[in-house]
């Protein structure tokens, strides 16, 4: 056997990493290879001396590292009183409203999220976002974190904001547009349990029939919420008495949902209210493309 | 060679169980601020290299990978890996940024020297260990690496090719050429001592 095959082998013969055959084969070579014995001896002592160049992390290194890991959070002073804010690497987890006290957000988080949060200051930008979005403001963009939850909900919770600020959109709208138009009354509970409201609208979403309808927070902060975005709430409590769900155009035979910003721009001579599909239909009048009216499951 | 607990780690992390990360630090954090410090040559970069290395493997293991991909990965190679990228992307913005003025900004001045570890050493241990350190400061960049690797971490030829990302047969030609010269530079260094 020839050096120049072996010798680059006698490392991993030292270490004991070779399979049989080979580990023998070198065995076999160095029995009479002077050379090949001298160099595995000085490869050994390198072997024996490098350890000796290990160093150790320095003791802050582990806390450091945690710091930055798991859900943490804080309290965020916004219009509607203290909101509680959760955050992880990957964005924020959870915004709780209507808490004076740490502790019913704690445990409120452990129950819906199933994870403990440690207190910690919030980043800049969240808290100006949760800011914006309790005033009606279109909020800064931030990571949201809601891969926890199971995919309907994330689908359902992800479709919100195609609702725009100063609109307002049915359960089963959403429940279409989450991709399961039967699903309304799922759909509602998973906006019930939304941990991420304001800055994941939930506020925007109303019943079918019309009105503002119920919020987690209580039905009054709903309707300041879309007031202040914009929203006239008294108009649509009073559709909701007539049995109005669209607004039809004479001059487009186009019809909307009522907030949508194509059917504010109707001039009210042109207004027809409309009480279902089936009316606008009757009529020869055609679903908006951007609110995208027509209620598959209607 | 599949590092098995590695697996096992990488996929405690993966369902976020209590102290996994902290295992995964404390498994883990020797060797590769050991590492980033040679590399980088600056204690407190290299801190901020591991531990900016840990939270990038912590956002890949409980986000981007799922459980299949962490139960089989393997943990030890990937996170020096990670390392490296991350060592050599900070080596390179510092280079840059540095004035062209300190040709030797890639001067060896031993970091370990700085790192005592509180065990007692015999003198004749302690000067073996400085003429190695001296030796390899001499060597290629890429040799000391490969060095560094097989012979302070002790990792298997496998793993050190996932790490720099060439061939395992490459590895051990680079591996073989390194020790060659580490060995003769070692030999003349004594020649020159017992003078």
Same mark, same amino acid.
């Given at each position: 056997?020839?050096?120049?095959?072996?010798?680059?082998?006698?490392?991993?013969?030292?270490?004991?990493?070779?399979?049989? +055959?080979?580990?023998?084969?070198?065995?076999?070579?160095?029995?009479?290879?002077?050379?090949? /014995?001298?160099?595995?001896?000085?490869?050994?002592?390198?072997?024996?001396l490098a350890p000796q160049l290990r160093i150790d992390a320095p003791a802050d290194l582990v806390a450091n590292v945690l710091a930055h890991v798991g859900d943490q959070y804080g309290s965020v002073e916004t219009v509607v009183g203290p909101a509680w804010v959760a955050f992880n690497r990957r964005g924020i987890t959870m /915004?709780?409203?209507?808490?004076?006290?740490?502790t019913t957000f704690t445990s409120a988080y452990a129950r819906r999220l199933g994870r403990q949060a440690r207190q910690n200051e919030v980043p800049a930008r969240y808290v100006q976002a949760v800011q914006q979005a309790a005033q009606g403001k279109v909020p800064a963009r931030?990571?949201?974190?809601?891969?926890?939850?199971?995919?309907?909900?994330?689908?359902?919770?992800?479709?919100? +904001?195609?609702?725009?600020?100063?609109e307002v959109r049915p359960y089963a709208w959403l429940a279409r547009e989450a991709g399961r138009p039967k699903a309304v009354r799922a759909t509602g509970n998973a906006l019930a349990r939304n941990p991420v409201p304001l800055l994941l609208p939930c506020h925007r979403v109303v019943p079918t029939s019309g009105g503002v309808g119920n919020y987690a927070f209580g039905s009054t902060m709903k309707r300041g919420l879309l007031e202040r975005e914009g929203v006239p709430t008294d108009e649509l409590d009073t559709l909701a008495r007539q049995g109005v769900r669209y607004i039809g155009c004479t001059s487009t035979h186009i019809y909307c949902l009522p907030t949508c910003h194509d059917a504010r721009r109707v001039q009210p001579a042109n207004r027809v209210p409309l009480a279902n599909d089936g009316a606008a239909a009757a009529a020869g009048y055609r679903p908006c493309k951007h609110c995208k009216p027509a209620l598959i499951a209607g | 060679?599949?590092?098995?607990?590695?697996?096992?780690?990488?996929?405690?992390?993966?369902r976020d169980?209590?102290?996994?990360?902290?295992?995964?630090? =404390?498994?883990? =954090?020797?060797?590769?601020?050991?590492?980033?410090?040679?590399?980088?040559?600056?204690?407190?970069?290299?801190?901020?290299?591991?531990?900016?290395?840990?939270?990038?493997?912590?956002?890949? &293991? !409980?986000?981007?990978?799922?459980?299949n991909r962490c139960r089989t990965l393997a943990l030890r190679p990937w996170l020096f890996r990670i390392t490296r990228n991350i060592?050599?992307?900070?080596?390179?913005?510092?280079?840059?940024?540095?004035?062209?003025?300190f040709p030797e900004a890639?001067?060896?001045?031993?970091?370990?020297?700085?790192?005592?570890?509180?065990?007692?050493?015999?003198?004749?241990? =302690?000067?073996?260990?400085? &003429?190695?350190?001296?030796?390899?400061?001499?060597?290629s960049?890429?040799?000391?690496?490969?060095?560094? &690797?097989?012979?302070?971490?002790?990792?298997?030829?496998?793993?050190?090719?996932?790490?720099?990302? !060439?061939?395992?047969?490459?590895?051990?030609?680079k591996v073989f050429r390194a020790l060659r010269q580490l060995r003769a530079m070692l030999t003349e260094m004594e020649a020159h001592d017992a003078m």
């Open positions: 056997m020839r050096c120049e095959t072996m010798i680059e082998q006698l490392d991993e013969f030292r270490a004991g990493e070779l399979g049989r +055959p080979e580990h023998d084969a070198v065995a076999a070579h160095i029995a009479d290879c002077p050379d090949c /014995v001298a160099a595995l001896a000085q490869i050994e002592r390198v072997a024996a /915004v709780y409203l209507g808490a004076d006290d740490a931030v990571p949201i974190d809601i891969s926890g939850l199971p995919p309907f909900e994330q689908a359902v919770l992800l479709s919100l +904001p195609r609702i725009p600020r100063g | 060679m599949i590092d098995e607990a590695g697996g096992t780690l990488a996929l405690a992390v993966h169980e209590r102290g996994a990360v902290e295992r995964l630090v =404390q498994s883990y =954090q020797n060797q590769l601020f050991g590492y980033a410090l040679r590399l980088l040559q600056d204690p407190s970069d290299a801190q901020e290299v591991t531990q900016d290395a840990f939270l990038r493997a912590y956002d890949a &293991l !409980t986000s981007r990978y799922d459980a060592a050599y992307n900070r080596r390179r913005a510092r280079r840059s940024a540095q004035e062209e003025a890639d001067g060896w001045h031993s970091p370990a020297l700085r790192y005592e570890s509180g065990a007692v050493q015999s003198l004749e241990m =302690q000067e073996e260990r400085a &003429l190695l350190e001296h030796a390899l400061g001499r060597l960049q890429t040799s000391r690496e490969l060095i560094l &690797l097989r012979f302070v971490e002790e990792l298997p030829y496998a793993e050190i090719a996932v790490v720099v990302g !060439t061939g395992e047969s490459a590895v051990r030609g």
